[in-house]
């Protein structure tokens, strides 16, 4: 089992070592599906810990310490491992070599960039479909979290080896768009120089309409005023819904933030092929919909509910708690029915992989549109739904007036351009999705540890600091990343031998496992608290430094420990980069 792991990341190539160990004594034929490496909870224990021996115990016919007690004979004949020990009922756990680490630091300077990249995609098409807010108005700060999981977790995907097309659903049917219109049609009005006075309730009371009503104008003169709402709305309707997805475009590029594909639920009905009708067809010749009536709702209100014979589909069929109406009594679509016509043409468009970013009041018709995933696509494609949860506003601890220009709710554009794209990006992203988010204006710009993102780019800036001082000992060493990895990568990196520079080249080998897993899970969270954990442990590199001059990054006397942990360094810069990089926020070299 001798070899380097040069060709894929540390982890990966100790869990070759262990299948092989395990298909040794089982035969090829097992199953090492379950058998997982990964770093033990305690550090103390070693370097990383398998289950192998618990997860295969009963189909060896042995008790799981005594399998564990073969494999770990195995294991120690093995060029990579510097000790195993058995614990407990039966989990092993491993010490890597020393030298080990230096070939994962060569690793990870060789690859560069690419570097963490996987291909645990293989290519398979993803549809990331996310922020979809109704364009009814600005991107508030709540859109504002869903936007940047969503994009985030493409780029994440994209980084695992998936075919990644980020996706954006117009809500631009329906009555909240026709309020829309109406809105709209009041500031028209206004830019002709009518007095509107107060914005009557149920009307958007925003001045973002405002500029609407003047390209109306613009458009119609005053000739909309002699229409009835029958011949003004359509046109109105369409004006605003166009003047609403260029402003919601631009408040996301702002993040950096584009789709691939926007795709118009207005479009599922009144094209020559209507989609909805012809899903419900589908369905009707699957036997999954019939036409019957609900029992009133005994807990909360059922959505669409109407005490009369209806078209139901047979959602309880396939895991949701009540069939559920497609038409209502007018005979328009519920929009139940036009979401199953949408996923259904994302199945017909190829996606076998979906997944869905929807904000925290949006919980309740997860069941729903898994069940009629399960239907339109009989099985063949999974749906991941991922809530995202509310942002609290505030500013020193106190919560955000409202906007002026929204009327009712704090921009998306506001607080970009108070805090800038990184510092929202990052913070956005340093919670899990799932959990309500506090986000302080005040906190978010302060240069501090306590400030994660300052933090995290702070480390990477810090890194480049130390190549510019080195500069003094090795004059030689390259300004450009890829150069001077390649400088540094035959340096004398066994010489990294404090604990402190250990610990640190033991969570870069964890970045590329970490990116699997966040990728797997569907969770970029965890790029954003692992890359926490290495800026974390670099400062204190650098402080201990300050401390004890033996531990400095650079040392006059001695070119050769300060090339090693100079590349030390590039490694470090260069997986900061990497991850800051998949969430979408800037590494700079400089801060001041």
């Not at 160990?21 to 370097?47: I, Q, T, W, Y």
Request: aromatic content about 8%; hydrophobic content about 40%; charged content about 25%.
């Amino acid at each position: 089992m001798a070899g380097k792991p040069s060709t894929q990341h540390l982890f990966a190539n100790v869990l070759t070592r262990v299948h092989a160990v395990c298909a040794a004594e089982l035969g090829a034929g097992a199953d090492l599906s379950r058998v997982v490496v990964e770093p033990p909870k305690d550090p103390s224990h070693g370097d990383m810990a398998t289950n192998a021996a618990m997860v295969l115990a009963k189909e060896a016919g042995k008790r799981p310490r005594d399998f564990a007690e073969q494999i770990a004979a195995r294991l120690r004949a093995d060029d990579l491992i510097a000790s195993v020990d058995v614990a407990g009922p039966g989990f092993i756990n491993l010490t890597l070599k020393a030298s080990v680490w230096a070939d994962t630091l060569r690793t990870v300077l060789d690859g560069g960039h690419s570097y963490g990249q996987s291909t645990i995609g293989a290519a398979e098409k993803v549809n990331v479909e996310y922020v979809s807010a109704n364009p009814t108005g600005p991107m508030h700060v709540g859109h504002c979290r869903g936007a940047v999981f969503g994009d985030a977790l493409a780029s994440l995907l994209v980084f695992a080896g998936y075919d990644v097309t980020r996706e954006y659903y117009i809500n631009d049917a329906g009555a909240q768009v026709d309020v829309l219109a109406r809105s709209a049609f009041l500031r028209y009005r206004e830019a002709l120089g009518e007095s509107i006075g107060e914005i009557p309730e149920g009307l958007y009371p925003g001045d973002y309409l405002k500029p609407v009503g003047e390209a109306l104008v613009a458009d119609y003169g005053d000739r909309l005023l002699t229409m009835p709402e029958g011949g003004w709305l359509p046109a109105v309707r369409a004006k605003a819904i166009a003047m609403m997805m260029e402003a919601i475009k631009g408040d996301l590029a702002s993040l950096n933030i584009r789709h691939d594909v926007f795709f118009s639920e207005r479009s599922l009905t009144e094209t020559a092929n209507n989609r909805v009708a012809q899903t419900i067809d589908f369905l009707r010749a699957k036997g999954d919909i019939y036409e019957g009536s609900l029992p009133p709702p005994k807990g909360g209100p059922i959505e669409d509910y109407e005490d009369r014979e209806q078209t139901l589909f047979r959602a309880t069929a396939f895991g949701d708690d009540v069939d559920r109406p497609l038409i209502k009594s007018d005979g328009s679509y519920t929009y139940f029915a036009s979401d199953i016509a949408y996923h259904k043409n994302k199945f017909e468009r190829g996606f076998r992989n979906l997944v869905d970013v929807w904000g925290s009041d949006h919980g309740g018709y997860v069941k729903r549109v898994e069940a009629a995933i399960k239907a339109v696509t009989s099985g063949n494609a999974t749906l991941d739904v991922k809530i995202v949860q509310l942002v609290k506003l505030l500013r020193n601890g106190e919560p955000v007036k409202m906007s002026k220009r929204s009327g009712d709710f704090v921009t998306l554009r506001e607080v970009v351009d108070e805090v800038g794209k990184d510092a929202v990006r990052f913070m956005m992203l340093y919670r899990k999705n799932d959990a309500v988010l506090d986000f302080d204006l005040a906190k978010v710009i302060e240069q501090s540890r306590e400030n994660p993102v300052f933090y995290v780019q702070y480390g990477h800036a810090r890194g480049h600091s130390v190549f510019r001082n080195a500069r003094e000992v090795i004059p030689d060493l390259p300004e450009e990343a890829g150069a001077r990895a390649a400088f540094l990568v035959d340096a004398a990196l066994e010489r990294l031998a404090d604990p402190a520079e250990l610990d640190l080249l033991r969570r870069l080998a964890l970045y590329p496992r970490t990116i699997e897993a966040a990728a797997s899970a569907h969770e970029p969270h965890r790029i954003a608290f692992y890359l926490y954990d290495l800026a974390s442990e670099f400062h204190a590199l650098w402080t201990r430094g300050r401390d004890l001059p033996y531990l400095r990054f650079i040392i006059n006397n001695d070119a050769e420990i300060t090339k090693a942990r100079l590349a030390l360094v590039q490694g470090v810069v260069s997986v900061l980069a990497s991850g800051l990089g998949v969430l979408g926020v800037d590494a700079p070299d400089e801060m001041r």
